[in-house]
């Protein structure tokens, strides 16, 4: 499960050259759910990077601790505010990391899952126009989670599903059908991600300082 999210300062030309920015990037060392993020989503035929509260929060919603930050790729059927938004209103999420946490026999080790280039990543999500008055944002958004590869399973049993830039737009595309956008739903090549350990400060998201997201052992990678 992803439930924290490395977000530095990013070359959004290299993720999609026709992006609109009408909004920067919002940056953070060590984001946890249920605050403001960026994403990108199709705004009149354009893919638009905008702000969005990270938890996804029908008009319904009473309780915000509720607003459930993932869904699973394999139940985005089960629930109606999933379905509605994977059907119409998908999006990504531009980050440099995903931390996730292996349990030791004293504590949990955390470590920051990248590129193994270190290249900026799109993350599979949905949004909602609706809104509640528990939060000032208008809009908010979901990861799409899928099962980790078998080589970092032993880190984490969920990801974020990775979508390609080249597949970024028609990701984006409310045209493209949740069969064609499901398909785009699957684990990262194992070659394509590593992971290293980080300090344990990242364990309180009030810790935003350069520490969290730095390296304390080597990075795991995969070698045939």
């Not at 126009?129 to 208008?138: G, K, Q, S, V």
């Not at 080589?151 to 969920?158: E, G, K």
């Not at 991600?193 to 969290?212: H, K, M, T, Y």
């Amino acid at each position: 499960m992803a439930g924290r999210l490395y977000i530095p300062p990013l070359d959004m030309t290299r993720l999609l050259p026709e992006l609109c920015r009408e909004t920067p990037l919002l940056t953070a060392t060590n984001l946890a759910p249920r605050r403001p993020v960026s994403h990108i989503r199709l705004e009149a035929g354009r893919a638009s990077l905008s702000q969005v509260f990270w938890g996804l929060t029908p008009s319904w919603l009473t309780v915000l601790d509720h607003a459930p930050h993932c869904a699973r790729a394999e139940s985005l059927d089960d629930r109606p505010m999933f379905r509605d938004a994977f059907a119409a209103r998908r999006s990504l999420v531009p980050a440099g990391g995903v931390y996730v946490w292996r349990a030791q026999p004293r504590f949990k080790q955390p470590f920051l899952v990248t590129r193994v280039d270190r290249g900026p990543m799109l993350l599979a999500s949905i949004w909602c126009r609706y809104h509640t008055d528990l939060t000032e944002h208008a809009d908010s958004m979901a990861l799409v989670t899928v099962p980790t590869n078998d080589f970092l399973a032993p880190l984490s049993d969920r990801l974020p599903a990775l979508i390609d830039a080249a597949d970024a737009m028609r990701w984006l595309d409310p045209r493209t059908t949740p069969e064609a956008a499901r398909a785009l739903l699957r684990p990262a090549p194992r070659e394509l991600l590593g992971a290293f350990p980080v300090s344990r400060r990242v364990n309180d998201p009030a810790n935003q300082d350069p520490a969290c997201a730095h390296p304390t052992g080597p990075m795991l990678r995969w070698n045939e």
